[in-house]
């Protein structure tokens, strides 16, 4: 069974840091594109970021935190993570990690990311 869980949320202040992690287990994700999403309250699911897992891979980043989130790859540990930095009140959020399998280009469409987590809450205060 496949399962995204993810983990390190929490309160921020403006200015400040947090690093998500989701722990990946099930299958063999190396061919898997891993990707982070968020989605704030009244607005929808916004794409952040989004990374094939074998080490060398360029990844990609929305405008919206490009310069400010690194998306990383821990093979041995199966884990994704998500380094924020510079956070901003308009980067609350649950934030959501997700798997594609097959996918037509990259990054892959919202509507190829086969597994999703359950969401960890970021909140940045002003």
């Known amino acids: 069974q496949v399962q995204l869980v993810e983990s390190g949320g929490g309160l921020v202040q403006a200015g400040g840091s947090l690093k998500l992690s989701c722990a990946a287990s099930?299958?063999?994700?190396?061919?898997?594109?891993m990707g982070w999403f968020r989605q704030a309250p009244g607005k929808e699911r916004e794409y952040v970021t989004a990374?094939?897992?074998?080490?060398?891979?360029?990844?990609y980043y929305s405008a919206s935190v490009k310069c400010r989130f690194t998306i990383s790859t821990n093979n041995a540990k199966n884990t994704v993570y998500l380094q924020m930095n510079s956070l901003k009140p308009e980067d609350t959020a649950v934030y959501y990690c997700?798997?594609?399998?097959?996918?037509?280009?990259?990054?892959?469409?919202?509507?190829?990311?086969?597994?999703w987590g359950q969401g960890t809450q970021v909140t940045v205060s002003s």
């Open positions: 990374i094939p897992w074998r080490a060398d891979a360029l990844a």
């Open positions: 099930g299958r063999t994700f190396s061919s898997y594109i």
């Open positions: 997700a798997a594609a399998r097959f996918y037509g280009g990259f990054p892959p469409r919202d509507s190829e990311y086969n597994y």
